[in-house]
């Protein structure tokens, strides 16, 4: 079937479209073919997408032993399982780190643990879309064990400093466990030298697979005890689960088409590189901020974002009603609200939430263009319908 390219698609960071034909092709496939793979079938052929994936992802991420790659279904699954598993491997109340930037898949599981007296929970401010190394380094108490951060945000697409932060938190001997869902794609990443204990991803976003994967990398699985049992099809006289690695942390049948489909956006990204998808993004990025910057009642509020992502609102114009009519007058779908990040819109324009434009690799010049263009008309006719009133 033909793509529908009727619409202009802006709205990347919550889910990316297109997919790559290779990743279309390749979940098609895997569902045209039995599946291969260890333990649970007796055919000699075929193609195991999961192993193909884990190696993907393991050259993408700078991971050495591709077994600790982890499949999950998505990035707050990965999260979820992360801090469940650190939490059972440490007795007693332990001081957790996170950040005003992150997501509710970081936020609501701590705020979740926090409520049942499991941990003390330090929300850390950011400024100008960044969280210091400096600040990280004041709210470490002896106490505290774990830090859970966003590597990049969702909203103002700022990239973290996950180097000096790590570096902060080894220091003192806390685990750290990165949020990659928006960074991984679209940053180079190289975890053998990052002091980063574990990173999740996701697989719909920037590595542009489907949705239902995602998974983490994992340095010490020892630092966290496995939450899930089951089936692994290794091992399986044994009446407990494997504690080797990756089935230490996978139960039961995998996503086979989600991660063949996986393994062919990662594929994808490695055959262009990362620095040309960079490239062009940012080049797309500084023309929209630009354009946007042109109207005196547009408020964008990261001038200068690392990711593809815009997010503005209109003086006098609630942001639900920018997206409609960018949605049904120009057919640019973005996305609007508070984009699962509370606390940055409580910094940034009080908890009213804004618009967010996110580009892809597949955006075109023109179609930025139109989009600037519908901005700056809204934010024109709101500002004539303001002044005549
Ligand atoms: C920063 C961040 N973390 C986590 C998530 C959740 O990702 P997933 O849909 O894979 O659970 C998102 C996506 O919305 C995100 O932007």
Redesign the pocket.
């Known amino acids: 079937m033909a793509e529908d390219r009727s619409f202009i698609y802006l709205n990347n ?3 990316s479209w297109p997919k790559p034909p290779e990743v279309l092709a390749a979940v098609s496939e895997s569902l045209s073919l039995p599946v291969f793979g260890s333990g649970r079938t007796t055919a000699s052929q075929g193609e195991d997408c999961v192993t193909k994936a884990r190696d993907a992802l393991s050259g993408l991420l700078g991971v050495k032993t591709p077994g600790h790659v982890v499949f999950t ?7 979820n399982v992360l801090i469940q598993g650190f939490l059972k491997r440490h007795a007693g109340t332990c001081h957790v780190l996170t950040t005003a930037l ?5 936020l609501r599981p701590l705020h979740e643990y926090e409520r049942q007296g499991r941990i003390r929970l330090t929300v850390l401010p950011f400024e100008d879309g960044r969280v210091s190394p400096g600040a990280v380094a004041e709210a470490i108490t002896p106490m505290t064990r774990l830090m859970v951060m ?1 590597h ?3 909203v103002l697409g700022t990239v973290q400093d996950i180097q000096a932060i790590g570096e902060v938190l080894h220091d003192h001997g806390a685990c750290f466990v990165v ?1 990659g ?2 960074a991984a794609g679209h940053v180079p990443i190289n975890l053998e030298s990052l002091p980063v204990d574990a990173y ?1 991803f ?4 920037a590595l542009l697979g489907i ?1 239902g994967t ?1 998974g983490f990398a994992i340095k010490d699985p020892e630092a966290i005890a496995p939450v899930r049992f089951g089936g692994t099809g290794t091992d399986s006289f044994s009446l407990l689960h494997p504690t080797g690695m990756p089935e230490r942390f996978e139960a039961g049948t995998h996503n086979y088409p989600g991660l063949a489909g996986l393994a062919a956006g990662v594929s994808f990204i490695l055959s262009l590189g990362i620095k040309r998808i960079m490239e062009k993004a940012g080049r797309q990025t500084a023309y929209l901020i630009r354009e946007l910057e042109k109207e005196p009642n547009i408020t964008i509020y990261h001038g200068n974002p690392d990711l593809p992502i815009i997010a503005f609102n209109i003086r006098d114009l609630p942001n639900d009603d920018v997206g409609f009519i960018l949605a049904r007058r120009y057919k640019v779908i973005g996305r609007t609200g508070l ?3 509370p606390l940055v819109h409580q910094a940034i324009d009080g908890g009213a939430g804004c618009v967010r434009l996110s580009h892809s690799w597949f955006t075109t010049d023109e179609e930025c263009r139109i989009a600037a263009g519908a901005v700056r008309e809204i934010a024109q006719n709101a500002d004539r319908s303001v002044s005549s009133a």
Do not use: P, R, W, Y
Request: proline residues 0%; charged residues 10%; hydrophobic residues 30%.
């Open positions: 960071a919550a889910t279904q998505n990035a707050t699954d990965s999260l992150d997501h509710n898949s970081v966003t990049a945000s969702n949020d869902a928006q999740a996701t697989g719909h976003k949705a995602g984009h699962c990040a």
